[in-house]
Nanobody, 127 residues
């Protein structure tokens, strides 16, 4: 059973930075796709960034140039470095995984593609 646990959320002022982490346990996927999603109150969950087995990445237009997605050395940890944060980045951020490579296609930013989800970590950006 895969478990994903996010951490690193918090409150920052606009222009600040945060680094989110996602620790995966029970994770034995050799070919996979992992992603970060976010959901603001009253809005649908949206894809933010994804990374495939080979390290290729995909980002939502709204975060390009500001956010970076990466994996830890053991591949069981996923990171989201968020710089130049804006109030509109305020949301609950979720980690997701699927045991198939996504080849950084558009589907890697779609909720329906993923099987496993974490419980989320809150990010609040004040102006």
């Amino acid at each position: 059973q895969v478990q994903l646990v996010e951490s690193g959320g918090g409150s920052v002022q606009a222009g600040g930075s945060l680094r989110l982490s996602c620790a995966a346990s029970g994770y034995t996927y050799s070919h996979d796709c992992m992603g970060w999603f976010r959901q603001a109150p009253g809005k649908e969950r949206e894809g933010v960034a994804a990374i495939d087995t080979d390290g290729r990445t995909r980002f939502a237009d709204s975060v390009k140039g500001r956010f970076t997605i990466s994996r830890g050395n053991t591949k069981n940890t996923l990171y989201l470095q968020m710089n130049s944060l804006k109030p509109e980045d305020t949301a609950m951020y979720y980690c997701a995984a699927r045991q198939n490579n996504c080849y950084s296609g558009f589907w890697s930013l779609r909720t329906w593609f993923y099987n496993d989800w974490g419980q989320g970590t809150q990010v609040t950006v004040s102006s």
